[in-house]
């Protein structure tokens, strides 16, 4: 039972001060963890929940990703950032079996993890998120939630073996999909199909469905990506809760206003290789990450014609978007 006496000195009820307390706790923990830590690629995290090693994808003569070494800190909330195509997507994939590396290995709570696929990744307690596909647009809330749950256990045998056995999971299931749709206030939503959703609702039923394993380790693909600036506040809350509820959270996004307000620690990509870590006030400063971002050489003077050919481009936008205004 909910114990809802007031603290007179805040006026909040025991309950909300606890939480608030434990809010505190974890991400005070988490910053202490990352307290004075060498700003370095590869840096060793005091408590790993994920270690990496020598992780290689390629695509023909392409190498997506060539990762030496990287750790996650359990616990925390880090972000993975770096420009389009630095093999941020494909690093997760391989980290959870939705695609086999060309080479490496990779523990997860101390468990080794290559090789192995992606519904035993989930069972073991590390899931990434999806964008919802056509195919599941056209299911239900409730159905994506429950599949959520049936397709990341594998458990196809035992149903057709044990339909009573079955049948109690199939229960469990439900209750826990109805808990999670309650608190990600979707639960109104249930039977709609879930291609008539926002895209703000879109990422929190992408969310609540990674959850219905109970996970550890929760890995978010672009969460804010076509999100509507007045749900950006709810969205950003459930990632922290993720934290609060001591799952560790790792995300790749580019909003880096997502990546300075919740994040706790940044890795950074670029050409598949991890470059730099660091804190989200501080990293954007780095120097690797600039060039990164820039391309390198963004420090040797330009050109007469390079500058020229940057203002004509420049001038032409400004036009462009000026008609557009106009045109309105
Ligand atoms: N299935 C594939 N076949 C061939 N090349 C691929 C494949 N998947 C990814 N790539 C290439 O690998 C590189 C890394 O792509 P990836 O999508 O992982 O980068 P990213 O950092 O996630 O980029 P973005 O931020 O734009 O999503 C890119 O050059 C991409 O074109």
């Given amino acids: 039972m909910r114990d809802d006496t007031m603290d007179e000195t805040t006026g909040e009820s025991s309950d909300e001060s606890k939480d608030a307390a434990v809010t505190a706790t974890r991400k005070a923990a988490a910053l202490e963890a990352f307290k004075d830590m060498a700003r370095e690629p590869g840096v060793a995290k005091p408590d790993p929940i994920l270690v990496v090693d020598k992780v290689v994808r390629r695509f023909g003569g392409l190498t997506a990703v060539d990762v030496e070494h990287v750790e996650v800190q359990r616990g925390a909330i880090t972000a993975l950032i770096g420009p389009n195509g630095a093999g941020k997507t494909t690093f997760f994939n391989q980290l959870t079996g939705f695609d086999t590396a060309d080479a490496g290995t990779w523990t997860f709570n101390g468990r080794a993890m290559s090789g192995v696929p992606a519904h035993k990744v989930a069972r073991a307690g590390m899931v990434r998120t999806f964008q919802l596909t056509k195919a599941l647009s056209r299911l239900t809330v409730m159905e994506n939630m429950r599949l959520g749950a049936q397709q990341q256990k594998g458990e196809s045998f035992w149903r057709a073996l044990v339909p009573g056995f079955w049948r109690s999971q199939e229960q469990e299931i439900t209750e826990r999909a109805e808990e999670l749709l309650v608190r990600f206030k979707l639960d109104a939503k249930r039977d709609d ?97 600039i060039d990164a971002y820039l391309g390198a050489h963004h420090d040797a003077p330009l050109s007469d014609t390079e500058l020229q050919a940057q203002l004509h481009d420049a001038e032409a936008e400004l036009e462009a978007e000026i008609e557009e205004e106009t045109q309105k």
């Fill in 193 to 289: 199909f879930a291609g008539s959703l926002s895209g703000g609702q879109r990422k929190l039923l992408e969310m609540a469905r990674a959850l219905m394993v109970g996970p550890e380790l929760v890995m978010l693909d672009e969460p804010m990506a076509g999100v509507n600036p007045a749900l950006t506040q709810s969205l950003l809350g459930h990632v922290k809760d993720l934290r609060e509820q001591g799952m560790t959270v790792l995300f790749v996004e580019h909003d880096m206003d997502m990546v300075r307000d919740i994040s706790d620690w940044v890795i950074v990509m670029a050409q598949g290789a991890v470059i730099a870590e660091g804190p989200p006030s501080t990293i954007m400063s780095d120097e690797r990450v």
